[in-house]
T-cell receptor, first 115, second 112 residues
Framework: ETGVTQTPRHLVMGMTNKKSLKCEQH?????MYWYKQSAKKPLELMFV???????ENNSVPSRFSPECPNSSHLFLHLHTLQPEDSALYLC??????????????FGPGTRLTVL | KQEVTQIPAALSVPEGENLVLNCSFT??????LQWFRQDPGKGLTSLLL?????REQTSGRLNASLDKSSGRSTLYIAASQPGDSATYLC???????????FGKGTLLTVNP
């Protein structure tokens, strides 16, 4: 596998379910990001991890819980979601959070539907 | 708070046309600006990145310009092809932090 991978690609869940999204980067990067892309809205940054430490929580509701066990893996744990949480969730990584050209490489996303 | 606007929201052109996509941002204190491409149901692919000290970047048929003082960038696509059909996103990185602020994108359709 190369680049940034995300699983599952599609997820349908009820409001009472608990599920997790997984992201893995094969680029040797130190920073990883979760974004939310809703219909007709710009991409919204949710969380940022740098060297496995969470450095940004962009006013995201607590029903979204990120986890970064190592620099290659990032999870987004979901529980008691609302229908308005339905969106494309994108993971990205970059070499470093603050320095350099900082091109972010994106995964294909997980299309989440909350019923 | 930085805001990024992209015009037009959608554009449909015949194959072979040259076209321009526009991006404007409210805070000119940026570190860099990126143009991304997003195919339906897929992630983003970085096309061009312009540092704040640069005026333009070129890659193949793509040319991106940056006028930081006026808060504007354009993406020029020469000799468009049906394979160019996608959503094009503009994103700016703030001068004092690492965050990317995205526009809503321009949906481009190139008709054969």
């Amino acid at each position: 596998e190369t680049g940034v991978t995300q699983t599952p690609r599609h997820l349908v869940m009820g409001m009472t379910n608990k599920k997790s999204l997984k992201c893995e980067q094969h680029l040797g990067h130190n920073a990883m990001y979760w974004y939310k892309q809703s219909a007709k809205k710009p991409l919204e940054l949710m969380f940022v991890y740098s060297l496995e430490e969470r450095v940004e929580n962009n006013s995201v509701p607590s029903r979204f819980s990120p986890e970064c066990p190592n620099s290659s893996h990032l999870f987004l744990h979901l529980h008691t979601l609302q229908p308005e949480d339905s969106a494309l969730y994108l993971c990205a990584s970059s070499q470093d959070r603050v320095s350099g050209p900082d091109t972010q490489y994106f995964g294909p996303g997980t299309r989440l539907t909350v019923l | 708070k930085q805001e990024v606007t992209q015009i037009p929201a959608a554009l449909s052109v015949p194959e072979g046309e040259n076209l321009v996509l526009n991006c404007s941002f409210t805070d000119s204190a940026i570190y860099n600006l990126q143009w991304f491409r997003q195919d339906p149901g897929k992630g983003l692919t970085s096309l061009l990145l312009i540092q704040s000290s640069q005026r333009e970047q070129t890659s193949g048929r793509l040319n991106a310009s940056l006028d930081k003082s006026s808060g504007r960038s354009t993406l020029y696509i020469a000799a468009s092809q049906p394979g160019d059909s996608a959503t094009y996103l503009c994103a700016v990185r703030g001068g004092s932090n690492y965050k990317l602020t995205f526009g809503k994108g321009t949906l481009l359709t190139v008709n054969p």
